[in-house]
T-cell receptor, first 116, second 114 residues
Framework: AQSVTQLDSHVSVSEGTPVLLRCNYS??????LFWYVQHPNKGLQLLLK??????LVKGINGFEAEFKKSETSFHLTKPSAHMSDAAEYFC??????????????FGRGTSLIVHP | DSGVTQTPKHLITATGQRVTLRCSPR?????VYWYQQSLDQGLQFLIQ???????AKGNILERFSAQQFPDLHSELNLSSLELGDSALYFC?????????????FGPGTRLLVL
């Protein structure tokens, strides 16, 4: 079984300040982990993914995430928030399912609010 | 633009009815995924197809079914609709079906059941 917990349903920051979106996971297998972003009335877009290579993963738009196995965490960070970062962010874990399938489990999402 | 297209964008129907949602994956992608996004359940994985065959099943109700056709487009059929089926339905595609695959999401179909 696998699960994902996004620890904050809302995060509010000022433009130009750092962003931290927290994600903890559990998985019986070596998982793949992803962060997706969803802007209003849009589909989801991949920000970055961890696939057992480097533990520090760099993504698009200045985002990065660090895989910490001992803490079962995959927190998303950005040094300086921009107004265009305001969106919903989803942490996703994919682990092995029946018959070699890979079932994705999504967190409930964190809404990032950026104040001018 | 992800390259994944979904039709229709919006759908309004009544309880008890049946609807079909359509998805065209990115060119070259063999795997298609369906998701349901609602306020109370969040984003739920429904089902995955790979090259025409069902590959993985998630929280898909028996009233729902899907298929992937030889041209790789997919359809999600929702029948005996209930008010609680109102949601945003996303399709995503990927090249293969491996664990590390990036999924590319379509813009979604918003279903409202009255």
């Amino acid at each position: 079984a696998q699960s994902v917990t996004q620890l904050d349903s809302h995060v509010s920051v000022s433009e130009g300040t750092p962003v931290l979106l927290r994600c903890n996971y559990s998985s019986s297998y070596s998982p793949s982990l992803f962060w997706y972003v969803q802007h209003p009335n849009k589909g989801l877009q991949l920000l970055l993914k961890y696939t057992s290579a480097a533990t520090l993963v760099k993504g698009i738009n200045g985002f990065e995430a660090e895989f910490k196995k001992s803490e079962t965490s995959f927190h998303l960070t950005k040094p300086s928030a921009h107004m265009s970062d305001a969106a919903e962010y989803f942490c996703v874990v994919k682990g092995s399912g029946a018959g070699g399938s890979y079932i994705p489990t999504f967190g409930r999402g964190t809404s990032l609010i950026v104040h001018p | 633009d992800s390259g994944v297209t979904q039709t229709p964008k919006h759908l309004i129907t009544a309880t008890g009815q049946r609807v079909t949602l359509r998805c065209s994956p990115r060119s070259g992608d063999l795997s298609v995924y369906w998701y349901q996004q609602s306020l109370d359940q969040g984003l739920q994985f429904l089902i995955q197809y790979y090259n025409g065959e069902e590959r993985a099943k998630g929280n898909i109700l028996e009233r729902f079914s899907a298929q992937q056709f030889p041209d790789l487009h997919s359809e999600l059929n929702l029948s005996s609709l209930e008010l609680g089926d109102s949601a945003l339905y996303f399709c995503a595609s990927s090249v293969e079906a491996r664990n590390q695959e990036t999924q590319y999401f379509g813009p979604g179909t918003r279903l409202l059941v009255l």
